[in-house]
């Protein structure tokens, strides 16, 4: 019976609170308010306030209870923090330095002297600040760059040469970035191709401030790349340098490098074979044939296709002089086939690829005939003056 005293008497109070909020209308309508905070429901008394309602109690609240009950034991105390084990603290002057120095490393280095230049609102894809140095973009440690215009160059004809002056010998790499925006580009730009030339420079022309900012970045992001993007890539195995090799010639294919690779087993057997034994291949035809043979028998040097010149007429007096050199010439020839009968001129062959290579193979192995033999009697001279000695 006590228990339920208090509801019955929140149930009545409510009930006289929402008597006291009718309110009269028309006929057969009445309109209750409902009371809407705890206040009106319950009234002023502190004793039948509801305790708040906390839907989402922290993990401490919600697991208190354990605490408190028998299967519950403290953790162990961590032990005290030793001497050695404790890394040595690090000052934030030097974390501030480290950080900096990265960044720095990271970001193009843009001189005082380039504040104002609309080519660094176009420098989007790599980071740049100003920093007091002395070229115009530092790019690595050992690259830099130097920006020019040729409107400006033509107002200050010497300012790029003392500019590079500056630069002395300090950085492997020395761009001079040039900024074409002037019409007549012949005389200026000759001369700054001439004093980037005479200084060891690399010239790189630019038609727009976002051309230029494109070339700052790419030498700024490939700026520990190494060259092996732009090289050439060579095979390694001889059926692909074979290929590539006889593939140069027209109308030769892949397959008829491995039909000719297969017949005559190398590159010099190829060369040595006679346009027979081309034609026997199968798969080879008659323009094959002509084009390979021709391409390995042909003159290594190829005579040239200009029209003679036409020689001016001699005065009387040089002609009767080039007369008279000329037979005494012939005499002096004809005297020397009479004593030397035997002797027979020799015809020079104007020299083929095959020859060319026989030439070249030939004098790289006497090249390095000469060199055994200079690291060899060093050797020998020792052992002699060994074997003296020891007579003695």
Same mark, same amino acid.
């Given at each position: 019976?006590?228990?339920?005293?208090?509801e019955?008497?929140?149930?009545?109070?409510?009930?006289?609170?929402?008597?006291?909020?009718?309110?009269?209308?028309?006929?057969?309508?009445?309109?209750?308010?409902?009371? @809407?905070? =705890?206040?009106? +429901?319950?009234?002023?008394?502190? /004793? #039948?306030?509801?305790?708040?309602?906390?839907?989402?109690? !922290?993990?401490?609240?919600a697991f208190?209870?354990?605490?408190?009950?028998?299967?519950?034991?403290?953790?162990?105390?961590?032990?005290?923090?030793?001497?050695? @084990?404790? =890394?040595?603290? +690090?000052?934030?002057?030097?974390? /501030? #330095?480290?950080?900096?120095?990265?960044q720095?490393?990271? !970001?193009?280095?843009?001189?005082?002297?380039?504040?104002?230049?609309?080519?660094?609102?176009?420098?989007r894809?790599?980071?740049?600040?100003?920093?007091?140095?002395?070229?115009?973009?530092?790019?690595?440690?050992?690259s830099?760059?130097?920006?020019?215009?040729?409107?400006?160059h033509?107002?200050?004809?010497?300012?790029?040469?003392?500019?590079?002056?500056?630069?002395?010998?300090?950085?492997?790499?020395?761009?001079?970035?040039?900024?074409?925006?002037?019409?007549?580009?012949?005389?200026?730009?000759?001369?700054?191709?001439?004093?980037?030339?005479?200084?060891?420079?690399?010239?790189?022309?630019?038609?727009?401030?976002?051309?230029?900012a494109?070339?700052?970045?790419?030498?700024?992001?490939?700026?520990?790349?190494?060259?092996?993007?732009?090289?050439?890539?060579?095979?390694?195995?001889?059926?692909?340098?074979?290929?590539?090799?006889?593939?140069?010639?027209?109308?030769?294919?892949?397959?008829?490098?491995?039909?000719?690779?297969?017949?005559?087993?190398?590159?010099?057997?190829?060369?040595?074979?006679?346009?027979?034994?081309?034609?026997?291949?199968?798969?080879?035809?008659?323009?094959?044939?002509?084009?390979?043979?021709?391409?390995?028998?042909?003159?290594?040097?190829?005579?040239?296709?200009?029209?003679?010149?036409?020689?001016?007429?001699?005065?009387?007096?040089?002609?009767?002089?080039?007369?008279?050199?000329t037979?005494?010439?012939?005499?002096?020839?004809?005297?020397?086939?009479?004593?030397?009968?035997?002797?027979?001129?020799k015809?020079?062959?104007?020299?083929?690829?095959?020859?060319?290579?026989?030439?070249?193979?030939?004098?790289?192995?006497?090249?390095?005939?000469?060199?055994?033999?200079?690291?060899t009697s060093?050797?020998?001279?020792?052992?002699?003056?060994?074997?003296?000695?020891?007579d003695?």
């Amino acid at each position: 019976m006590l228990k339920g005293l208090p509801e019955a008497m929140s149930i009545e109070r409510l009930a006289r609170s929402a008597g006291n909020n009718m309110v009269g209308g028309r006929s057969g309508q009445n309109i209750v308010r409902v009371p @809407t905070s =705890p206040r009106e +429901v319950f009234g002023t008394a502190g /004793s #039948s306030t509801p305790p708040p309602h906390n839907p989402y109690p !922290s993990f401490s609240e919600a697991f208190s209870f354990i605490k408190s009950s028998e299967f519950y034991t403290p953790p162990p105390a961590p032990p005290p923090p030793s001497s050695e @084990t404790t =890394p040595p603290s +690090v000052p934030p002057s030097t974390v /501030s #330095s480290v950080s900096g120095s990265c960044q720095n490393r990271n !970001s193009i280095l843009v001189s005082q002297r380039q504040k104002g230049n609309p080519l660094l609102k176009h420098v989007r894809n790599v980071r740049w600040m100003f920093a007091d140095v002395v070229c115009d973009y530092l790019l690595g440690q050992s690259s830099c760059a130097l920006y020019i215009s040729l409107r400006y160059h033509l107002l200050h004809p010497d300012y790029l040469y003392y500019r590079i002056r500056e630069l002395q010998n300090n950085y492997k790499l020395r761009v001079v970035l040039c900024h074409v925006d002037v019409e007549d580009v012949v005389k200026p730009l000759l001369e700054v191709t001439r004093t980037a030339m005479l200084h060891d420079c690399t010239l790189l022309c630019g038609w727009s401030f976002e051309e230029c900012a494109r070339y700052l970045e790419t030498l700024k992001v490939y700026e520990n790349k190494p060259s092996d993007s732009i090289r050439e890539h060579m095979h390694t195995d001889y059926l692909s340098r074979l290929n590539h090799a006889l593939t140069s010639i027209r109308h030769v294919n892949k397959t008829d490098v491995v039909t000719l690779g297969s017949t005559f087993g190398s590159l010099s057997g190829i060369m040595d074979a006679s346009m027979e034994d081309l034609a026997r291949c199968p798969g080879i035809g008659e323009r094959k044939v002509k084009r390979l043979y021709d391409t390995f028998h042909e003159p290594f040097r190829r005579v040239s296709s200009r029209p003679a010149s036409v020689i001016p007429e001699t005065p009387v007096k040089d002609r009767n002089a080039e007369e008279a050199s000329t037979s005494a010439h012939d005499t002096n020839e004809l005297a020397g086939q009479l004593t030397n009968p035997s002797g027979s001129r020799k015809e020079t062959n104007p020299p083929n690829i095959r020859s060319a290579l026989n030439a070249a193979f030939a004098k790289y192995a006497e090249k390095v005939r000469r060199q055994d033999t200079k690291d060899t009697s060093p050797e020998r001279g020792k052992s002699g003056n060994g074997k003296t000695k020891k007579d003695g």
